[in-house]
């Protein structure tokens, strides 16, 4: 989608630390790390926030969390644990409307969030 960071980092038209890509989806360090190990995995599919997502969407989704999994354990802090986080809309701090999980990982977090 047209003026989509996430859309544009997918098509590689803005550059981004990549650490993954398939034909369904994109995973690349944050910007503004909030952990030892923050990466956003992103489907190329633009989809604003999780309320979009279909029922056609079912399996994408299932193979971010699979992804998501996978780079935990590439990174090393799936034993320890790590986070797959999808913020939504004002009150839970989405900003970028591109429907993306967090992995969070490599420190002790607490919970419940802030
Ligand atoms: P949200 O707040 O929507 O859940 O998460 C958006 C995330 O995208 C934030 O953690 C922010 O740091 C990250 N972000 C925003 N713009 C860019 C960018 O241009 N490049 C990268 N790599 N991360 C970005
Ligand atoms: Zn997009």
């Not at 994109?26 to 029922?55: M, S, Y």
């Not at 989405?94 to 419940?112: A, E, N």
């Amino acid at each position: 989608m047209t003026g989509c960071i996430f859309c544009e980092i997918a098509a590689r038209n803005i550059p981004a630390r990549i650490v993954y890509e398939d034909d369904l989806a994109i995973a690349f360090e944050d910007i503004n790390p909030q952990a030892l190990v923050h990466i956003l995995i992103v489907p190329r599919k633009h989809i604003a926030t999780a309320l979009e997502i279909g029922d056609a969407d079912q399996a994408l989704i299932g193979h971010l969390f699979q992804m998501g999994a996978k780079i935990a354990q590439n990174k090393g802090i799936a034993e320890k644990g790590f986070r797959l986080v999808m913020n939504t809309n004002a009150d839970a701090g989405q900003t970028v409307f591109h429907i993306h999980l967090h992995l969070l990982g490599g420190r002790s977090m607490h919970w419940p969030p802030g």
